[in-house]
């Protein structure tokens, strides 16, 4: 805030620091604290008639449109911040919820940080696709934007919904917050040219009026940090949650806290099955009662409860500890050695689609055919390296058989050479009548064995050897 107001008046861009060293300066005159989780715009929009009126508006259109609580969902977002890695970097992955008033959730849709469409294969190699269902995209911040939206709004939501509304032909019942991708003209749009009526919460009141709020993404939060506990123990903290890890610890969360009576909760403490306003506007008027009557008991409670933390957390019984250690090491080594692994686009094995910067949503079934043509070019290439491998062999193996024959060619053309040598006679192959017998000349004999010519007593012309 400090940084913002800063460049507003001097029309210029600090750094990130300048706001930490402008208060450090000014301590006698600024202090700095930390909020807790609710927002004090939400403390102020806790206001009976904003609550009143919407709760008339939800009643009158369902009255009207005669929709059944099987057609009325509340749609909802929750980020994930993946831990950091070794080189200290993060990623969001956005978690889209949607449930039901016949107790039911729609599938889990998931998008990753990454360029658009870029799925990963080694994101999901624990995804099941036969007995999971989910769905998978990317954007550049992990975030929902107006095409993601349209496309879950498409892909999902009317795609598991359509049947229990007859087809189409019943209204629909989409409650959701303000945000802009749920909020916007094409979105809204579409809903009205397929009977999807689009409810939005008054501003900052989802922790009262939101199902999900209240009853489902606080049960997701505790589930999935009990999942990710579970990992760094199995891991010794060596290493970082990934995308890669992230499905199945998801997963698992979202099993245990997305149940019946959890959705079932979200409703009707937040006044909608059954339709009761009057169990969320006697909380806001009871608020400032509740609220005096806690005073300062939280800080006296907290005060109490530290020491016992402390302690508790000194009783850490050191031989459990080793005990779990190996298991622990080699946990980390196969997850190191998977996290290595260079992962692929599933949208290269997926040609529906030909703009790479379109969204790219992967549902279970395309997701089981991105594998089924991805194993289909492995084998492919494994085919082409073992046909090259064979030719290389062949060629390898024609070329000794080459070198082999033309050795023996050589081997005999000197077998021959030597035996054709053998039969001459160096005392009488240079003779005259020997040379005039065998038909050879002087300088034949002086060649083969490289010799001086000599005339002995008899007259007779010898070659003698060096």
């Known amino acids: 805030m400090i940084k913002s107001f800063a460049q507003d008046i001097a029309k210029i861009e600090v750094g990130k620091d300048w706001p930490y060293s402008f208060v450090r300066r000014n301590s006698d005159e600024l202090g700095c604290t930390w909020f807790d989780g609710f927002d004090i715009a939400r403390k102020r929009a806790d206001n009976a008639s904003r609550y009143r009126a919407y709760y008339e508006l939800i009643g009158e259109k369902i009255e009207k449109y005669d929709i059944l609580p099987c057609n009325t969902y509340n749609v909802d977002e929750k980020g994930f911040l993946s831990a950091s890695s070794i080189d200290g970097n993060r990623s969001w992955i956005t978690f889209l919820a949607c449930v039901c008033q016949d107790l039911t959730a729609l599938p889990p849709f998931l998008i990753y940080q990454g360029k658009p469409g870029q799925v990963q294969d080694s994101w999901l190699t624990e995804f099941d696709p036969e007995h999971q269902a989910a769905f998978f995209t990317t954007s550049e911040t992990g975030w929902t934007n107006h095409e993601l939206g349209k496309e879950w709004l498409i892909g999902v939501f009317d795609r598991f919904t359509k049947e229990k509304a007859r087809n189409g032909r019943d209204y629909r019942l989409l409650i959701t917050d303000g945000h802009s991708s749920h909020v916007n003209m094409d979105f809204l749009e579409w809903c009205d040219q397929h009977r999807i009526i689009v409810a939005v919460f008054p ?42 890890e992230f499905w199945s610890l998801f997963w698992n969360a979202f099993g245990s806290s997305f149940s019946a009576e959890n959705i079932a909760s979200g409703w009707k403490r937040t006044g909608l099955l059954p339709f009761d306003p009057e169990v969320v506007l006697s909380q806001i008027a009871e608020k400032t009662e509740d609220e005096s ?33 190996n298991q622990g090491l080699r946990e980390t080594i196969f997850h190191e050695k998977q996290r290595r692994m260079r992962g692929k686009a599933l949208k290269d094995y997926l040609f529906d689609r030909v703009d790479p910067n379109s969204a790219q949503v992967f549902s279970p079934a395309k997701v089981a055919q991105a594998r089924l043509k991805k194993a289909a070019m492995e084998t492919q290439k494994q085919e082409e390296a073992l046909e090259k491998e064979r030719q290389r062999r062949q060629a390898k193996e024609a070329r000794q058989q080459e ?20 039969k001459w006679d160096p005392d009488l192959c240079c003779s005259t ?32 050897k060096h």
């Open 403 to 422: 070198r082999e024959k033309n050795r023996q060619i050589r081997k005999e053309l000197k077998r021959k050479n030597q035996k054709k040598c053998r």
């Open 433 to 464: 009548d020997s040379r005039e017998e065998s038909g050879r000349s002087r300088r034949d004999c002086r060649r083969h064995f490289g010799s001086t010519r000599t005339d002995d007593s008899s007259g007779t012309l010898k070659i003698a």
């Open 293 to 325: 009557e806690s005073g300062d008991s939280s800080v006296d409670s907290l005060a109490l409860q530290q020491p016992t933390a402390r302690d508790l957390r000194r009783l850490v019984d050191k031989n459990e500890l080793l005990r779990y250690e």
């Open 203 to 244: 501003p900052h009141s989802t922790h009262r009026l939101q199902p999900l709020d209240v009853s489902l993404f606080g049960p997701l939060s505790t589930a999935y940090t009990n999942q990710l506990i579970q990992w760094t123990a199995k891991t010794q903290g060596l290493i970082g949650l990934s995308k890669r």
